[in-house]
């Protein structure tokens, strides 16, 4: 047993930074997850950008999930103006966050987290094993990609976004042209659970406060009040003043808590466990038929409920296809003023808020992003902890295994690069 391990430049989670495991004695004194990745300051360059800029500003700040971040802003500008969208330009952003779940969530199920619970060292090991698996999963994130390029002019970074709805209609005939892919997808996604059901997930059972937006017509990821495991609801412009946050010595992203200082869960988990009744009935009977049921508490899992989510959008999406028709304009026009909104979108990793205050000539004078890594970070060093009695008891190697896996189950986005974590346990 050496006095410390560490790991460095791993892929498959996006960005940089460290954690540090300190021992004394057989018991873990210390947990740090150190996010020394540069800050960004997005919030302090929207300042003064006129109000149709920050979608496109904040897509940038993920490439696997633009659209949630375009998504909360416009509606959150779109708060503060007053401003109604049309229920065709509803449908139609519901298409488009389908389109980034299922590019995201076919990238962690398949790419970023299997290969951990398979033994493989990535998803190119994992081909030469399970070829037909990767290269259907490969199909599946490719249509999510095709998709969210027609609706938003390209896949990276999309910029037909604006504040009251889109620039352009996308072309009915490539809408048409992705109907029997998205047929195939919807097949694929349900083998997909029936799949993950039989990976060989380690076992932990997390006490979890969940937090999720909620809707009690539809499963939640544009609007929706915010629900938690309480049963609570508050209103999703309320966001930052329910759940705070807060700066750490060892990191440059900030941490989350409730008023009463604990931390919380968002993502793919607690959208399970706060919305199973609101999902459709493809979603639901692919659930059923491997026994999945709230409460789901373990970390590893959160695959399974990535799984579900995958057959609950591709479902969607392949409604909205067949049955979406342009009507009117295709954004609602308004007139500028001084205000200030909220707004919450449920991006792949969980609920994803933005705040804005505008002056009277549509510029940002005030901005807030709460991503859901950041609302996250105190919640995986909480369930560190809890992998204590594993960790020490384990060879040096497999426990840096089990401590990277937890983390990549969380698929954090600390940054858009490729690099991630040192592991560090310091044993005296």
């Not at 709805?165 to 659970?193: D, H, I, K, N």
């Not at 932990?204 to 909620?214: K, M, P, R, S």
């Not at 466990?273 to 659930?287: K, M, P, T």
């Not at 709230?294 to 959160?302: A, I």
Request: hydrophobic residues 40%.
């Amino acid at each position: 047993m050496t006095e410390s391990i560490q790991v460095s430049a791993l892929a498959r989670v996006e960005g940089e930074g460290g954690l540090y495991i300190g021992v004394d004695n057989g018991r873990i004194t210390e947990v740090k997850l150190n996010i020394y990745e540069p800050p960004r300051f997005f919030e302090g360059f929207l300042r003064g950008r006129y109000l149709q800029e920050v979608p496109d500003i904040t897509a940038r700040i993920c490439g696997i999930c633009p659209v949630a971040y375009q998504m909360s802003s416009v509606r959150a500008l779109e708060h503060a103006l007053g401003v109604t969208v049309t229920p065709a330009i509803r449908q139609l952003r519901r298409l488009f966050y389908c389109a980034e779940y299922i590019e995201s969530h076919a990238l962690h199920i398949y790419m970023l987290q299997a290969p951990d619970l398979l033994g493989h060292e990535s998803a190119l090991s994992l081909a030469t094993e399970a070829p037909e698996v990767v290269h259907n999963a490969l199909r599946l994130k490719k249509i999510g990609n095709q998709l969210l390029a027609a609706i938003g002019g390209r896949s990276v970074h999309p910029v037909n976004t604006r504040v009251g709805g889109f620039y352009c209609w996308p072309s009915p005939a490539r809408l048409a042209e992705l109907e029997s892919e998205m047929t195939w997808a919807l097949s694929f996604s349900r083998q997909t659970v029936k799949w993950a059901a039989g990976l060989p997930y380690p076992d932990l059972e997390v006490d979890y406060e969940f937090v999720a937006q909620h809707h009690p017509d539809e499963y939640a990821f544009l609007e929706g009040d915010i629900l938690n495991s309480a049963g609570e609801l508050s209103p999703e412009a309320d966001f930052d003043r329910v759940y705070l946050e807060q700066h750490v010595q060892h990191s440059t992203a900030l941490h989350s808590h409730t008023p009463q200082g604990k931390s919380y869960l968002v993502g793919p988990l607690a959208r399970f466990n706060l919305n199973f009744d609101q999902l459709g009935e493809a979603a639901a009977s692919s659930a059923a038929d491997i026994k999945l049921a709230p409460p789901l508490r373990n970390p590893y899992k959160s695959l399974l409920a990535r799984a579900v989510e995958l057959v609950e959008v591709t479902d969607e999406a392949l409604r909205i296809l067949q049955v979406f028709r342009a009507e009117g304009e295709s954004f609602i026009d308004f007139e500028l003023k001084a205000g200030e909104g909220g707004a919450v979108s449920e991006a792949p990793r969980g609920s994803l808020y933005h705040r804005y205050r505008l002056d009277e000539q549509g510029r940002i004078e005030f901005a807030r992003i709460m991503p859901p890594t950041a609302q996250n970070l105190a919640r995986i060093e909480a369930d560190l902890w809890q992998l204590e009695p594993q960790i020490l008891s384990k060879p040096q190697a497999d426990a840096t295994l089990l401590c990277e896996e937890l983390i990549r189950a969380y698929d954090p986005c600390i940054s858009c690069s490729v690099h991630f974590l040192t592991l560090e346990i310091d044993r005296r």
